[in-house]
Each structure stands twice: as C-alpha cells, then as structure tokens.
T-cell receptor
Framework: DTAVSQTPKYLVTQMGNDKSIKCEQN?????MYWYKQDSKKFLKIMFS???????INETVPNRFSPKSPDKAHLNLHINSLELGDSAVYFC????????????FGPGTRLTVT | LAKTTQPISMDSYEGQEVNITCSHN???????ITWYQQFPSQGPRFIIQ???TKVTNEVASLFIPADRKSSTLSLPRVSLSDTAVYYC????????????FGAGTRLFVKA
C-alpha cells in the first residue's frame, strides 16, 4: 500500500491552462506539504497544512492554490500556467510529535509548453 | 531557520564507511537535525533524525556533538545502491515544521 500517493505522475500542458495535482496519504498524519523541485534540483517548500488548516505559505504566486478537503488529502491547483512552473512537485506528510520526519510522494513532473 | 552547509559531492567505494558532515552554526534550541536520501526521479526518503548525541537505526548513524553546530551522517559499508543525494535539514516547530532543503551532498559509490 502506497503511503503518500500523487496523481498524475506526469502532466504536460500548455501555457495559460489551469491544472490540478492531487495528493493523498494513508498514514493518519496531521500535516501535509507541497514542495517544488526545479531543474537545478533545489527542493523548496510551498505550503503546509495541519488538520486542514494552512500553516505555512511561502512566497508562492497566488496562481497556486492549495486545498485540503480533509486531513488525508492536499490538492494543488495552478491557474494560468507559465513556463517557469515546469518542475517536479512533491507532496509530503508528517505525523504529530515526529520532529521533521516527513514521508514524500513519488512526485508529479509538470511540463508547461 | 538555521542554514546548513554540506559538501557538494563525495565519492566512495563499495564496502566502505561514508561520513557526510553538515554544518549548522545557527541551530536553535528546539531544532531537530534530520537527514534525507533522494534517488533520481523519486521523492526524498527519511533516513534518520536526532537532537543530540548519537542516534542509530538499521540504515545509518547520526553523530551530534555537544554544541550541536554540526552533525555527521555515517553510512556503514555502502553499496552501489547508496548512490544518491543526501540532504541535511535543521528545523523545529514554529507554528509548523518549515523545512528548508539545501543543495545536498551527491554521493557516488563505485564498484
């Protein structure tokens, strides 16, 4: 059973489109994250939710909107996609009292043409 | 948040012990030290975490000196499959665990 899953694994789309990436975790964790890893392989935190509440919101364009329908899901919606949005997006989750021990999903490779 | 500094890359041979040191001079009192491993086209994988002294699990050991300004990840008897990027993170709870990944250390294990 996959602990943290993301869909889709690959996403190719054109500039200006709107797309969503879904994330689900079956670990019973309270906290979920979205990260972006660019072509230079730097991994940057974008958002974090704790029990459906937004607790970390980095300097991310407001075209990116996370949504957490319940604590097992954290989706990422991106409006008006730009070339610079091309990257691998990782979802992660963390349990309470586990320090910084996060579990990452397999990633979604987004290519904007 | 405490910034971390690690070597950009390291080479090793199969069967050797590999030690990767991370500097974090500005570590805060409530910060944990956490190490992740990332293979190409995969998400980072948690390896080990510690607060002070030494922590050991089935994969690695983590050595933390008393001043906590650095830490060393020790991988015993590496194999080719340990070739990956290793990230050192430092962070604590401040309304949420904000994680900053540095550039990591690219470890190449040769036969």
């Amino acid at each position: 059973d996959t602990a943290v899953s993301q869909t889709p694994k690959y996403l190719v789309t054109q500039m200006g489109n709107d797309k969503s990436i879904k994330c689900e975790q079956n670990l019973g964790h309270d906290t979920m994250y979205w990260y972006k890893q660019d072509s230079k392989k730097f991994l940057k935190i974008m958002f974090s939710y704790n029990n459906k509440e937004l607790i970390i919101n980095e300097t991310v364009p407001n075209r990116f909107s996370p949504k957490s329908p319940d604590k097992a899901h954290l989706n990422l919606h991106i409006n008006s996609l730009e070339l610079g949005d091309s990257a691998v997006y990782f979802c992660a989750s963390k349990g309470q009292g586990s320090g910084n021990e996060q579990y990452f999903g397999p990633g979604t490779r987004l290519t904007v043409t | 948040l405490a910034k971390t500094t690690q070597p950009i890359s390291m080479d090793s041979y199969e069967g050797q012990e590999v030690n990767i040191t991370c500097s974090h001079n500005n570590i805060a009192t409530n910060d944990y030290i956490t190490w992740y491993q990332q293979f190409p086209s995969q998400g980072p994988r948690f390896i080990i975490q510690g607060y002070k002294t030494k922590v050991t699990n089935e994969v690695a050991s983590l050595f933390i000196p008393a001043d906590r300004k650095s830490s060393t990840l020790s991988l015993p008897r590496v194999s080719l499959s340990d070739t990956a990027v290793y990230y050192c993170l430092v962070g604590g709870y401040t309304g949420g665990f904000k994680t900053i990944f540095g550039a990591g250390t690219r470890l190449f294990v040769k036969a």
